[in-house]
């Protein structure tokens, strides 16, 4: 009985493994949307305002996603980190400047026919995070992103075959966590690639009975476990919740989502979408509250998974 279980288990792994593959794999060719969850790697490698400035971007040309634009950031300067000439001021020896690396008369001829949305100079400078990233997306966009050609639209950007291949590889890690489960061991998953915020224990005068993890609006959030959902909806303080229970007795608790995927009753395995991280409820900036109650009452969920091997999540 326990060899078959195994049996079963490694099975629905190599199945796993291999959908993840595949999806990854048709990621890769077709792209992902601009809705792909942020992997563990881009949470902790690109800053926060410039993460947010990527997905903001990044719809504006349909066909290319933010893990791309985010990768051409990476690659061109550290995400405007680099300390070199043409990065904040002046020009390199090319004469590219600002963190996307814009040729002025490239940057002045792409602004001429894609007007900048508002949130940047006046008038649009190459220097400005906000400014290079949107035209960035547009110029993206113009040399093949938009026809659904990637590799021409990042040649576009660079000539080089290696640039190419080192933007479509720095995409794929920020994007790893997209569709598939960020990681996964002994039937638990880490629920969503996020940040540690507010941990487990005395908050306020109250108790925080769960874990935090901080990341955008729309990032999936999967079961951590096999189960089942208890409930799925509107829950005070919570705003929107989806509670699973799992055999042995534990019940894990996902709050303040944007939306919810599951219905009451309805069986789950680890890692399968459930809802989406939001800001709903008692919150003060978009983040799962993820809980872990068990018979002897509610554990740290960072414990919890770091007995497993697993880490919840980062920083
Ligand atoms: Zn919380």
Redesign the pocket.
């Known amino acids: 009985m326990r060899l078959a279980a195994s049996i079963a288990s490694v099975l629905l792994l190599v199945f796993v493994t291999l959908i993840a593959a595949i999806t990854a794999t048709l990621t890769s060719v077709f792209g992902s949307g601009s809705d792909s969850g942020p992997s563990p790697e881009a949470v902790a490698d690109i800053p926060a305002d410039y993460l947010a400035l990527y997905q903001q971007a990044a719809p504006v040309c349909p066909g290319l996603d933010w893990p791309v634009l985010a990768a051409v950031g990476k690659v061109e300067t550290d995400h405007g980190r680099l300390d070199a000439p043409g990065v904040h001021n002046g020009e390199n020896s090319a004469g590219a400047a600002g963190p996307m690396q814009f040729l002025a008369p490239t940057f002045a001829s792409v602004v001429a026919r894609h007007p900048l949305p508002p949130g940047g100079a006046s008038p649009p400078s190459r220097y400005d995070p906000h400014d290079a990233t949107h035209a960035a997306a547009f110029y993206l966009c113009d040399s093949g992103a938009r026809d659904g050609d990637l590799r021409a639209a990042i040649f576009g950007y660079n000539h080089a075959d290696w640039y190419v291949e080192k933007v479509l590889a720095q995409a794929e890690r920020y994007r790893a966590a997209a569709s598939t489960p960020p990681a996964s061991q002994g039937g638990w998953a880490v629920p969503a690639a996020g940040r540690c915020s507010?941990g487990f224990g005395p908050r306020d005068g109250d108790f925080?009975?769960?874990?935090?993890l901080a990341a955008p609006i729309g990032t999936p959030i999967g079961a951590a476990a096999e189960g089942t959902v208890l409930d799925a909806g509107p829950a005070s303080g919570y705003g929107l919740r989806v509670r699973v229970q799992h055999p042995g007795g534990t019940v894990t608790t996902y709050?303040?989502n944007h939306t919810n995927h599951v219905t009451p009753g309805q069986p789950v395995r680890a890692g399968q979408p459930i809802a989406e991280v939001g800001n709903r409820g008692q919150s003060t900036g978009p983040?799962l509250?993820?809980?872990i109650d068990t018979d002897g009452g509610p554990v740290d969920p960072v414990a919890f998974y770091a007995q497993r091997g697993l880490r919840l999540c980062v920083g």
Request: aromatic letters at 8%.
């Open positions: 507010s925080h009975q769960g874990q935090d709050g303040h983040h509250h993820f809980q």
